[in-house]
């Protein structure tokens, strides 16, 4: 078992090394600034034991996609562990807002007014500001969290305007049945009109495409950590 487990630590390593030199790469090809590329380590369906060893390795900054689960495993890492930035990158329901501003420091998945309005009311009840991103339906999918493409613009300059909450950045998840290449370049237009510095764009599968386009943090889960179940 333990003999298992070193090789599991073994791998996730040797993994992080290799995709490390693969952004440099990249960066440098795209004349990106490294420093202006955050890696950001997708940690959801997995244990707090399998996360461990990258805190061990000094990474930081962490995604997950739900509430619940993040609430078994992070406020105990995180008072392990000095500094960590936690995001949600999964939709959040109106009905774990509170459990949601108390444990996560950055919220990628703003869409709607109403989530707006309920997360403005918890900081001001806990007297704590988080980080926002906006997340772009980029592909309008039915089925898919996001503001959609034609509603974006509207939405973006109300956040901006008539609440106080710190919109640092956009997100997207392109279809996966299309070229990342037009929803990431739209995304990157659409920071730029609004000066919004932030993006979260790339995957395991398009985190190339991304840097390129102008990513400023990917997100990656099974590149480092494998394949989910
Ligand atoms: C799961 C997930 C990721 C990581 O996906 P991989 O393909 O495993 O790298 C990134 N972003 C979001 C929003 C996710 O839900």
């Avoid at 390593?13 to 380590?41: E, H, W």
């Avoid at 997995?46 to 509430?67: D, P, Q």
């Avoid at 929803?183 to 920071?191: K, P, W």
């Amino acid at each position: 078992m333990i003999e298992e487990f070193k090789k599991y630590n073994r791998k996730i390593l040797l993994n992080l090394k290799n995709l490390q030199t693969d952004i440099a790469k990249i960066s440098k090809i795209n004349n990106r600034n490294l420093n202006q590329i955050k890696l950001m380590l997708v940690t959801k369906t997995l244990s707090k034991e399998k996360i461990i060893i990258t805190l061990n390795s000094g990474y930081k900054l962490f995604g997950e996609n739900r509430v619940q689960e993040s609430k078994k495993k992070w406020p105990e890492l995180k008072k392990k562990y000095n500094n960590i930035e936690l995001h949600l990158i999964g939709a959040l329901q109106r009905n774990k807002v509170k459990e949601a501003v108390a444990l996560f420091d950055v919220i990628e998945t703003l869409d709607r007014f109403s989530l707006v309005e309920s997360l403005s009311q918890e900081e001001k009840r806990l007297n704590k500001k988080l980080e926002y991103f906006i997340q772009i339906n980029t592909g309008n999918e039915r089925q898919k969290a996001g503001v959609f493409a034609n509603e974006s613009k509207e939405f973006i300059e109300e956040c901006l305007k008539k609440y106080d909450l710190n919109v640092s950045g956009l997100m997207c998840i392109p279809p996966q049945s299309e070229k990342p290449e037009e929803h990431f370049e739209y995304l990157q237009n659409l920071a730029r009109i609004f000066h919004i510095k932030k993006l979260s764009m790339g995957m395991s599968n398009d985190y190339e495409t991304a840097i390129k386009c102008g990513s400023t943090q990917i997100r990656i889960g099974s590149k480092i950590f494998g394949a989910r179940d």
